[in-house]
């Protein structure tokens, strides 16, 4: 419930600070007074569209902050977004204070929203509107003839099992989505998937039959073929070493011989000094190191022949492995992996010929659940479109309208997201006329009343805890403008009511009356006029009629003209009648509240009974 509205510099208002209260709330006043400002800055507060108009002329900023009393639900999704309430000492309500500040640059206009102090976003704004405020006007004749809004108060008329079931057909149809889209893009790229295969193909058997095991075989064919090229001079070289570590056909001593008389002068010195015995141990395994690499030396001379056919494979081999590098590589270890990846890559290619018939399996399947699912729906739709048929006749009829025909007609169509329902409000104001598109036949007045009685449709279970009217009783008088009233009053039982009317005899209901008008002041003489305001500003004030004679003259005034003494009785008339109506109407729902507290203890009492008897 909206408790306290406050403005700065917004529109026509200077600074503005109204105080709401629970039942009906009415704001009267001339046309072009202003009312639809105090409406465009509640609209502000929760997220809506603003532009620099908002921002009263002279001034950098403009302010609204609206304060409302929370519920246990909406306390508790308050809680589940990091958000505390305010407590209030005074009462038992806990309250949610909102904020929206609209700067203008000289480029944009920039504005920021907070609850409770705490910065938000538009998405989180959004959601919170839902919970707080509903807006209701006559410009929502297009909103009837849209089949999204249509359908999505059917749905929540239908309840939190119909909704779940919607939920059902959303997750189904977007399976059924992949599962078309996965198809689709098979069919469309099988050309191409043909064009790939023969490419893979070719390659694997390029690579598989190059006979690729090791990363480093080139480097080991480019040693061998070097060790090849050379075998007469490696044969050469070794033997020379041979001669020079081992055996010399020369005079000159071989390292052997060397080593072989070092050892000898140690072993004396040892006998001289003893700590040279280290010295003598290191010779002797040179000796015995000298003459190992001597033997293999010269084995490994006398195992050099020329092979020039094993020369011929070698060479060969390098020149097919360097033209697969270059073709896949530069790298043999990169050839080696980037076979290894076309041979999955053709296994996958080649599976993919039974993915399309599975793909379409799985189609087919997504669609009959997409199918099984929709249908369900439709008959929970059908189900909560006669019931909503029977309440919207019954609202109906107190409203001058106990002739009319209503019918929500639910036609078949391709299966979406929301279904496979096309949903029309279906509309017969008069005996003897077929039912035609409400959107279509329906007068402003006819529209006006059929708008309020779906809200009363939907009042009991909104969660919403303030609905705002926007002159809904434009186009009525005499009995329906006495009927909307009345509706009014009795909604407003339930959840809080503000409303925009022209209408007396809505007026004269209100537990809250608020006249709005325009004043235009003088500005001081010394303030800065440079803003190009000049010395007489317009601005927007607001009025409590808290008495009967302030009533009473503002519904003359609506009426036809304060001078008029007839226009003064009838409002008064008009108060004494919506006092009787309101007294009967309390006295009943206080019976009705009787009953039931009566029907309780007449239950407890049979419960106490049947305890007592087991």
Not at 505 to 519: G, I, N, P, S, T
């Amino acid at each position: 419930m909206l408790s306290l509205l406050r403005i700065e510099n917004f529109a026509l208002i200077d600074k503005l600070d109204l105080e709401f209260g629970e039942g009906l709330n009415v704001l009267t006043g001339e046309t072009g007074a202003g009312k639809s400002i105090i409406l465009d800055a509640i609209d502000a507060i929760l997220g809506g569209k603003v532009s620099s108009r908002v921002i009263r002329t002279g001034s950098s900023k403009s302010i609204v902050e609206g304060t409302f009393k929370t519920n246990s639900a909406l306390g508790a999704w308050l809680s589940e977004q990091e958000i505390d309430p305010i407590e209030d000492d005074t009462s038992d309500y806990s309250s949610v204070i909102i904020s929206r500040e609209v700067t203008a640059t000289t480029s944009n206009v920039r504005s920021r929203s907070r609850v409770n102090g705490v910065l938000v976003n538009r998405q989180f704004m959004n959601q919170l509107r839902e919970r707080l405020v509903e807006i209701t006007a006559q410009g929502q004749n297009a909103l009837v003839g849209e089949a999204n809004q249509v359908r999505e108060w059917l749905d929540v008329y239908g309840g939190e099992s119909l909704l779940k079931k919607r939920t059902v057909v959303e997750s189904a149809f977007r399976v059924h989505q992949e599962a078309r889209q996965a198809l689709e893009k098979r069919r469309t790229c099988e050309r191409d998937r043909l064009q790939k295969l023969d490419l893979l193909k070719y390659q694997a058997q390029e690579l598989g039959e190059a006979n690729l095991t090791e990363a480093d075989e080139l480097e080991k064919l480019q040693q061998e073929m070097e060790r090849l090229n050379h075998v007469v001079e490696l044969q050469q070289m070794s033997y020379k070493i041979y001669q020079a570590l081992y055996q010399n056909d020369g005079e000159n001593p071989t390292a052997t011989d060397l080593l072989g008389d070092s050892e000898a002068t140690l072993d004396e010195m040892v006998e001289y000094d003893s700590e040279l015995r280290s010295l003598l141990d290191l010779v002797k395994d040179a000796q015995a190191m000298v003459a190992e690499v001597s033997r293999e030396i010269n084995v490994y001379g006398d195992n050099l022949e020329a092979d020039p056919q094993r020369l011929e494979e070698v060479e060969e081999r390098i020149r097919d492995l360097k033209h697969i590098c270059r073709k896949y590589g530069p790298t043999l270890a990169e050839v080696i992996s980037h076979y290894e990846h076309i041979q999955a890559e053709l296994a996958e290619v080649n599976d993919s010929e039974h993915s399309i018939e599975n793909l379409e399996k799985q189609e087919k399947v997504t669609l009959e659940k997409l199918t099984q699912v929709c249908e369900e729906l439709t008959k929970l739709r059908q189900k909560t479109a006669t019931q909503l048929e029977s309440r919207i006749v019954k609202e109906l009829k107190p409203l001058a309208m106990d002739k009319v025909k209503f019918q929500v007609e639910i036609t078949a169509i391709a299966p979406s997201v929301t279904g496979a329902d096309k949903i029309v409000f279906l509309f017969s104001p008069n005996p003897g006329e077929p039912l035609q598109p409400l959107c279509d036949i329906a007068s402003g007045g006819e529209m006006s009343r059929f708008l309020l009685a779906l809200k009363a449709c939907f009042s009991p279970a909104d969660a919403v805890g303030t609905m705002v009217f926007d002159e809904i009783d434009v186009g009525v008088s005499g009995k329906v403008a006495q009927a909307i009233a009345e509706k009014l009053y009795q909604l407003s039982h339930r959840q809080q009511v503000l409303c925009v009317t022209h209408q007396p005899l809505v007026a004269a209901m209100a537990d809250k009356h608020f006249r709005v008008e325009k004043q235009v002041i003088n500005q001081s003489k010394g303030k800065d006029k440079s803003n190009g305001c000049g010395e007489e500003r317009t601005i927007v004030k607001v009025k409590v009629l808290d008495n009967i004679n302030k009533r009473r003259d503002e519904l003359a005034q609506l009426t036809g003209g304060k001078s008029s003494q007839d226009a003064i009785a009838f409002a008064e008339s008009l108060l004494a009648k919506a006092e009787t109506y309101r007294q009967g109407n309390e006295r009943y729902t206080l019976s009705k509240r009787k009953v039931q507290d009566l029907e309780v203890k007449s239950q407890k009492k049979e419960e106490g009974r049947k305890k007592k008897k087991i």
